[in-house]
């Protein structure tokens, strides 16, 4: 089992900052991947970023050059740093954590006013 802990959320102006955490305790040994994932309103959840317990990273097309995604691995912590923020970023971010299947947090919201 994992559990796993986020913040960092909130409201911005376009252009601004944010940076969010992700804390995972529990099962940490055995995590092989821990990310960030959003849902809009009416919209589908997507994949926003990721990075593997090697270090390898993933940023979402429509983030890249925006937002970058750091690990503090002797934390079990996983952050995303969001600059340059534009509305269509409002968003519920979700962390996640995965084993043989995924383990969700329970969300933070991020809005972007233009």
């Known amino acids: 089992q994992v559990q796993l802990a986020e913040s960092g959320g909130g409201l911005v102006q376009a252009g601004g900052s944010l940076r969010l955490t992700c804390t995972a305790s529990g099962s940490v040994a055995v995590i092989h991947t821990m990310g960030w994932s959003r849902q809009a309103p009416g919209k589908q959840r997507e994949l926003v970023a990721s990075?593997?317990?090697?270090?390898?990273?993933y940023v979402a097309a429509s983030v890249e050059g925006r937002f970058t995604i750091l690990r503090d691995g002797a934390k079990n912590t996983i952050f995303l740093q969001m600059d340059n923020l534009e509305p269509d970023d409002t968003a519920t971010y979700y962390c996640?954590?995965?084993?043989?299947?995924?383990?969700w947090g329970q969300g933070t919201q991020v809005t972007v006013s233009s």
């Open positions: 990075i593997t317990s090697r270090g390898s990273t």
């Open positions: 996640f954590g995965t084993i043989s299947s995924a383990y």
